[in-house]
């Protein structure tokens, strides 16, 4: 996904503007809004266009209008699949201007909103603060945590533990059994050495377990 500005670079803007139109004419490229493109993917089962994944929309629009941006909470749990339901409109807490665009047919709103959360430089750690805060306190169950915990490595969420220190302690204390629980699914993954199999094979021995060859 990208806009003009990605390509100020390469030219001058108003070349760069009817190159990106044409190309779009031609159906090489779609055009969302003015000045924001992608490459359209089409679904062989529906035979028609794939919508584009609005996280990406709303990035790309921050990027072009240099805005710092973090989805509201009902968006942010959709994003993290935490809400299969797709919604109807998508809603953005941006430090730039109140504004709405259609994307074929999907209303993207930004909210002016004062940026507490702008301190989080990483925008999915600020997306998993934002979810955790909508579901409330002792409302976040156990496979949620493990299914959140399958979104970044062990040691991204350690960075992510250390970079939330300044949160809702509730929050924070969310984000920590997230953590835990990448830890551990990161070591149910690894491979059992051969000392480990050893001492396996030697319990089973031991509690009545035949060893076969």
């Not at 991204?156 to 929050?171: F, N």
Request: net charge positive; with cysteine.
């Amino acid at each position: 996904m990208f806009s003009q500005i990605d390509f100020f670079d390469l030219g001058e803007k108003d070349a760069i503007a009817k190159a990106l139109s044409r190309a779009a004419q031609k159906g090489t490229i779609r055009r969302l809004v003015q000045g924001l493109y992608d490459y359209p993917e089409h679904s062989k089962l529906l035979k028609t266009q794939i919508p584009p994944e609005m996280n990406r929309v709303a990035e790309a629009l921050a990027r072009r209008f240099s805005w710092n941006i973090v989805p509201e909470g009902s968006t942010a749990l959709h994003m993290l699949g935490l809400d299969t339901q797709v919604p109807a409109r998508y809603f953005i807490l941006s430090s730039g201007p109140n504004r709405e665009y259609d994307i074929l047919g999907r209303k993207i709103t930004f909210l002016h909103r004062k940026m507490s959360l702008t301190t989080i430089k990483d925008h999915y750690t600020a997306t998993l603060v934002q979810a955790i805060q909508a579901l409330g306190p002792g409302n976040l169950t156990d496979r949620q945590r493990k299914q959140l915990g399958t979104l970044r490595s062990a040691g991204e969420h350690r960075k992510i533990v250390r970079d939330t220190r300044s949160v809702t302690a509730w929050v924070h204390d969310e984000i920590m059994k997230i953590a835990s629980c990448a830890e551990q699914e990161e070591k149910s993954r690894l491979p059992v050495r051969p000392a480990e199999l050893d001492q396996m094979v030697s319990w089973g021995a031991n509690n009545g377990h035949k060893r076969t060859t």
